[in-house]
């Protein structure tokens, strides 16, 4: 007996059975196929149907895009099965049984594939139509419908053949929308399709059974068309998944004007979140046109008084199904002569706004845990909350000189700016080949044109609604965009756009609003946005926390009790309070040469170049006025929490002109006969600290050791900002952090001196504060001997930017600019490892100093503080590897905090 490839709807439950899961079965029927048995399942008004597996689909990529044995046997069984359940039969001549043929993946690919409507039409199955319906006008639109798709998805001919013909008879009649055409015009559109079909060579089936035979083959091939490919790369959706086929009885939504009609609806705003039906409804329409966006639509409150059963039903209906799935469900809907159908549900795509506040509201509704909302949110969707939006006072300038150049819907929220091109291959060249940030502009988009919006820093187009393609597909990859801005006439040809006498020409500025639906005629400013105002995400991040503080007591031995943390990489009071707004709980790295750039490099300069003692220790005093200051406000702003002061760290000459550029000044100058004593002082200087490798020379705890007067002032900075801060009734603690240390003997030289500084401090102020002296975890020596170095340091932070450039031996201030890029390209490397970290290398010395360092002192608090604690895949890593917590720097921290609860949910 051959495999098991074709399902009745009626079999879900058994199939569900049997496969042990929900999701076993999405993978066999497909998203859209499991949906409608599930809907079936549940008594919701599903037209009869069944469903051939995507393993057919795979199969018949296996035996060379051949039917896979037995499966055409079954659809024939299957067939007859809604024949019975129907009381109708394909190519009857009285009542004749019409079908749809659809594709469905397991994961959603809007629009990527192809659907074949109103199968099972022909001229005589045409005329039973017309006796049964009474209703000529139908039957001729959806027969030239069957045909005109059936030539392109089937066929292979282009959709303009027919629309054009279509446009141009249009035209001819004085007519503007297709529901003017009478059931004689639609009668003579179809034979001129059907003229059009074999004028191209091509032949339109009569018999039904090979019409449907063909349209499977087609959907089969629709999985490997170019767009779907491009989509699922983008998307991340395995290409070994195959499609189902879902053939369902034909329902009509063009059976009249007024209680018929198509209509797509999510069950809340997939841009804002809101729980708020939101959707559209066609009057007198079919299948893909609400979807494709070539109408404009009604908004779907229409029917309630239009249509009102049906409306009530489906409400009751989408809010069962939305209760049942537990997510907000986008979903396809038919009513014919006043009865509803439903065609499809899935998991809706939405915004990164509303992924967030459905993900909360449907914790506080009761239908999913707290950990599954986490999980529901990705660290993409943060990052895009985070993305710059516009400045509103440039805004409303904007407006008001007259620069708003055309509204539209809000589709897809968030701000770009950019040029404006108007052809998909366009977007694209002008991106990957010239770099340029791109507007793509549209009358409306097309799956075809997926390549080019996925490109696109925003999209608007002039016709189509919120649930048009452009719309979903915009708000699914975060791309801002505005539809139906019906006000600009796009001449597709010339390549402009114009809205009365405003002409914009390819290549020209414009600035995308899609929170608000409007398109400015010029180059607006953005700002970050302001993460209190975002009161869902900061929520479900304080979520995220609680999560990681239960989780982190479970942990095992060797573990803090903790939890993953997430602090900042912050210098100035300014960072540390934005830090400490999104949710840090500590400052991990305070690079305090930060503190000395500006007009301050000049003091720093004094003491770099000073022959006399007084001198240098005047410049010091300076120094240490300024920076004193500075702790202070720091520990202000982080009271109660930790604060790392990483003591001075680049090589001294870094804070002086460069070699090059003073030899020239001096060249110059001795050209001209001037002697400029201060410049050739200088000179000699630089040329003195000159070093042919600076990262690998003094800098660090060398330069400490060598010069301890700069750390000594640092140090009495630190305390007395402490004793400062603390003094004003703030609970400063400070821990002090010796960076790239490679050997214990380092710190034994360096640590006691310098502890001795801070005690003197406390003792003269007659204060108790807690503190800390640690080490940086740079250089591979060090890695390697953790359970030595912990002896004095009492915690661990890996500088993983010096790790990685150390362990590889790759200068990071060069690789990135240079061969990185090449090695990436070529596949050396999967990765760079100066953005996720290395864990077979650099991860492998991380783990071994982790498990030396807490042997020796146990529970010892140790972190990341390079610019891998906010990525990601490296913050799984720390929480594996049992870190107290990740350091990044402020805007990142949301994405963190996000990032430790997966890592420990997933
Ligand atoms: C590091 O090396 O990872 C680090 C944080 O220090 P810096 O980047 O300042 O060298
Ligand atoms: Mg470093």
Not at 106 to 121: E, F
Request: net charge negative.
């Amino acid at each position: 007996m051959s495999k098991k490839w074709v399902f009745l709807f009626e079999e879900v439950n058994e199939v569900e059975k049997e496969r042990g899961s929900w999701n076993a079965v999405r993978l066999l029927l497909g998203g859209k196929g499991a949906n409608l048995a599930k809907m079936a399942s549940l008594g919701i008004s599903v037209p009869p149907g069944f469903t051939i597996s995507t393993e057919a689909c795979n199969e018949y990529y296996k035996v060379n895009e051949k039917f896979p044995e037995g499966m055409w046997d079954q659809t024939m069984v299957a067939l007859k099965h809604i024949e019975e359940k129907t009381g109708k039969k394909v190519g009857d001549t009285v009542n004749p049984l019409l079908v749809s043929c659809r594709s469905g993946a397991a994961q959603s690919m809007p629009g990527m594939m192809d659907t074949v409507l109103n199968i099972g039409l022909n001229d005589v199955t045409a005329q039973a139509m017309i006796k049964l319906t009474n209703n000529e006008r139908f039957v001729y639109d959806s027969y030239r419908r069957l045909v005109q798709g059936y030539a392109c998805i089937v066929l292979g001919l282009k959709d303009e053949i027919f629309e054009k013909p279509l446009e141009e008879y249009k035209k001819e009649k004085n007519m503007k929308f297709d529901n003017e055409l009478t059931a004689e015009d639609w009668k003579v559109m179809t034979e001129k399709f059907k003229k059009i079909v074999i004028d191209h060579g091509k032949e339109f089936p009569q018999d039904p059974i090979e019409q449907i035979r063909l349209s499977i083959h087609a959907v089969f091939a629709s999985w490997n068309s170019d767009r779907a490919k491009v989509y699922r790369k983008k998307a991340n959706i395995p290409d070994d998944l195959g499609t189902a086929v879902n053939i369902v009885t034909m329902v009509f939504g063009n059976m009249g004007e007024k209680d018929s009609g198509t209509g797509v609806a999510f069950t809340r705003n997939p841009s804002t979140g809101e729980k708020a039906l939101y959707g559209e409804f066609l009057f007198n329409a079919q299948g893909e046109d609400v979807v494709a966006g070539i109408r404009n639509t009604d908004p779907i409150v229409s029917l309630e008084t239009k249509i009102p059963e049906a409306y009530k039903k489906f409400i009751e209906e989408s809010q069962r199904l939305e209760k049942y799935f537990t997510e907000m469900q986008d979903i396809e809907f038919t009513v014919e002569r006043g009865v509803l159908y439903f065609l499809q549900t899935r998991d809706g795509k939405r915004t990164a706004r509303a992924k967030v506040k459905i993900a909360v509201d449907l914790v506080e509704e009761g239908l999913i845990t707290k950990e599954k909302a986490i999980l529901r949110v990705s660290p993409d969707d943060v990052d895009t909350l985070l993305h710059p939006q516009f400045n509103e006072k440039s805004q409303e300038e904007a407006r008001k000189s007259g620069k708003l150049f055309a509204k539209g819907v809000a589709a897809s929220p968030g701000a770009a700016v950019g040029r404006i091109y108007f052809e998909a291959d366009t977007c694209e060249k002008k991106v990957k080949e010239e770099n340029q940030d791109v507007i793509m502009v549209r009358t409306f988009t097309k799956p075809d044109d997926v390549h080019g919006m996925l490109v696109s820093k925003g999209i608007f187009t002039n016709q189509g609604g919120a649930t048009s393609h452009a719309a979903v597909v915009a708000r699914q990859f975060g791309i801002p965009c505005v539809v139906g801005a019906s006000a600009t006439i796009i001449d597709q040809e010339n390549k402009t756009v114009r809205v009365g006498d405003i002409l914009l020409k390819e290549g020209d500025w414009v600035s995308v609003d899609g929170t608000t639906g409007e398109i400015f005629a010029c180059k607006l400013e953005t700002i970050k946005p302001d993460l209190t105002k975002q009161v869902e995400l900061t929520k479900l991040l304080s979520w995220a926390d609680e999560i990681c503080a239960k989780e982190g007591m479970r942990s095992g031995e060797n573990m803090p009790s903790k939890g993953l943390q997430v602090w900042a990489n912050a210098d100035y009071p300014a960072d540390a309070k934005r830090a400490r707004m999104f949710g840090a709980k500590g400052i991990g790295l305070c690079r305090t040469e930060h503190m000395f750039l500006g007009d301050r490099s000049l003091i720093l300069r004094k003491f770099i170049l000073a022959k006399e003692e007084k001198e240098k220790q005047n410049a010091l005093a300076e120094l240490q006025a300024l920076q004193t200051k500075d702790f202070e406000e720091l520990f202000v702003e982080m009271t109660g929490l930790p604060v790392i002061v990483r003591l001075i760290d680049p090589p001294l000459h870094e804070f002086l002109p460069t070699l090059t550029d003073l030899i020239e000044e001096v060249s110059t100058l001795r050209a001209k006969g001037v002697e400029d004593k201060d410049k050739e002082n200088l000179l000699t200087n630089v040329k003195e600290m000159h070093e042919s490798n600076p990262m690998l020379g003094l800098r660090g705890v060398r330069l400490s050791i060598v010069k301890p007067e700069l750390v000594q002032m640092q140090i009495t900075a630190v305390f007395e900002g402490a004793c400062q801060a603390k003094k004003r009734g703030f609970e400063p603690i400070p821990e002090i952090m010796i960076p790239l240390v490679s050997h214990i003997a380092e710190l034994k030289q360096i640590q006691p001196e310098l502890e001795k500084v801070a005690a003197e401090v406390l003792k003269k102020y007659e204060l108790d504060i807690k503190y800390k002296f640690g080490t940086m975890i740079e250089t591979p020596r060090a890695a390697l001997t953790g359970g030595e170095i912990a002896h004095l340091a009492e915690f661990f932070s890996f500088g993983t930017n010096d790790l990685t450039q150390m362990t590889f031996g790759y200068s990071r201030d060069d690789a990135e600019s240079g061969f990185l890029m090449r090695y990436l390209q070529l596949g050396v490397l999967p990765e760079n490892p100066f953005k996720s970290i290395d864990t077979d290398g650099v991860g492998k010395l991380i783990r071994m100093c982790v498990t030396e360092g807490r042997t020796q002192r146990p529970g010892m608090d140790i972190g990341i503080c390079g610019e891998h604690g906010g990525e990601p895949r490296s913050i799984k890593f720390a929480s594996d590897v049992g870190l107290t917590y990740v350091s990044c720097s402020p805007f990142r921290i949301p994405i963190a905090r996000l990032s430790a609860c997966h890592a420990l949910l997933k």
